[in-house]
């Protein structure tokens, strides 16, 4: 390998690893989302003529932060010619002085944060925030996330033209938001992160149960999240340290315990095996035993929130040995804490089936039907999947046989279909 | 009597009046001592509709107010950034009923 073959592969190294820091740093300098991913791309490559020449410095993310800047500036100024120079003179000026300012760890740091916070800011509508925070802090491609989301790429581009036009526009700020504001703001981060991970996780329309790649994004996503935030405990004066978030532990253990299940979850042909049929030896342990600490960890701060009480409720699956040996008395008194934090008919209908599973079908159906009654997710396909399994452990098989037409016809996704439809088959005639 | 004038226009034209025009109309007014405050507005893509029930404020993306709220007054005010506004906007009395519409406003173009 030539010493420049050598570089490239430098070069290549330090853009996957910190081309997010260096385009997270390059937006709070230059203000705005378009210049400054230019302006990155700008440096890179001048990074790949430089520095075969010159040796590659020291510091590379301060490098191309400094490098990028400068291309951002000179092109303004070019762009500019006619205009008044003297604005953009000082602007220069800065970008000399203050390296310190962008080689310094915590501030680059906190320049992640703010992307993460601006990507998932609530006056973004939801799908704008799930593709910008894909494009912008996963840095994957306009293609992948339009590929992974089942939409038309010039759909998904349009959508985060408009949403960086937003932060233009109406002036998002680029921030962490301040203790009052971090409430809403991180319950907004989380959702985006759940979604993208649920989106790989069970894809709700299309032919492939799992989309990996997204569940594996929204792990590092998580990860990162908790990585950087601080716990801004209301009852405590200063943020506490970096990684203790309990929500966004609590996120981050929910996603750990459901991926642990990925290769138990389907069979080699891609149809859909329920938790109680699982061969619980694919389980992924390592997965399992992080998540549990981390649920653990969660669990022991003063605030347990929504998030943190789903992953309880998983790693409660995740510790019993066979479907069998499942606590499920233990499963049915979490369901009803996360009532407390969190009414909602899906938690509800969930709580019903754990019921069922601890009292016998006919108590969990009394609740389903209660659900129904109400008018609540009569067009939601799982009520009436988890109302045929009922009935027919309860034997009543027309009832069964109407229930799983109703989750049938409600279905979007193919493997869920064929599951419903065996099921379907199977009930005595 | 004051009276508040709301300008509606189609998505798409948006642009049909110059800009210099509506600026010569503006002068036009002040000068005769009619005009209070007028200004021009971001297009509806750039609005965040912010709301607090039980104390909380919330933010959506968007001008999704319920159709039976109607226009009932409004608020000019200066800010740092959506942030800032938000806040603002979140301590306005009938949040806690309806929906306040926080839409930038847009400078106008004298060429």
Known sequence: MTATDHIHETVNAVYLSDSRRVLATLIRLLGDFDVAEEAMHDAFRAALEQWPREGVPTNPRAWLVSAGRFKAIDGLRRRKRFDSLDELGDQADIAVTDTAAWADEESVEDDRLRLIFTCCHPALGPDAQVALTLREVCGLTTEEIAHAFLTPPPTLAQRIVRAKAKIRDARIPYQVPTRAELPERLDAVLRVIYLVFNEGYAASSGTAVTRHDLSAEAIRLGRLLVELLPAFDPNRASPAPPGTEPEAVGLLALMLLHESRRAARTSPSGDVILLDDQDRSLWDRAQIAEGIQLVRQALSSRQIGPYTIQAAIAAVHAEAPTAAATDWAEIVGLYDVLLRAESSPVIELNRAVAVAMRDGPAAGLALVDAILGRGDLSDYRLTHAARAELCRRLGKHAEARASYGRAIALTRQEPERRFLERRLAELPK | ?111
Do not use: W
């Open chain 2, 1 to 111: 009597m004051k009276y508040l004038c709301l300008v509606y226009l189609e998505g798409e034209k948006l642009h049909a009046v110059a800009d210099s025009e509506c600026m010569a109309c503006g002068a036009g007014f002040r000068k005769s001592g009619l005009l209070i405050a007028a200004e021009a507005l971001q297009p509806i893509e750039t609005a965040t509709t912010v709301r607090v029930r039980n104390g909380k404020v919330s933010i959506t993306d968007g001008p999704f107010a319920e159709t039976k709220e109607q226009l009932s007054g409004f608020y000019l005010i200066e800010a740092r950034d959506l942030n800032d506004a938000i806040q603002v906007a979140s301590k306005i009395p009938p949040a806690r009923e309806g929906s306040i519409e926080v839409r930038p406003i847009r400078e106008l173009n004298p060429e």
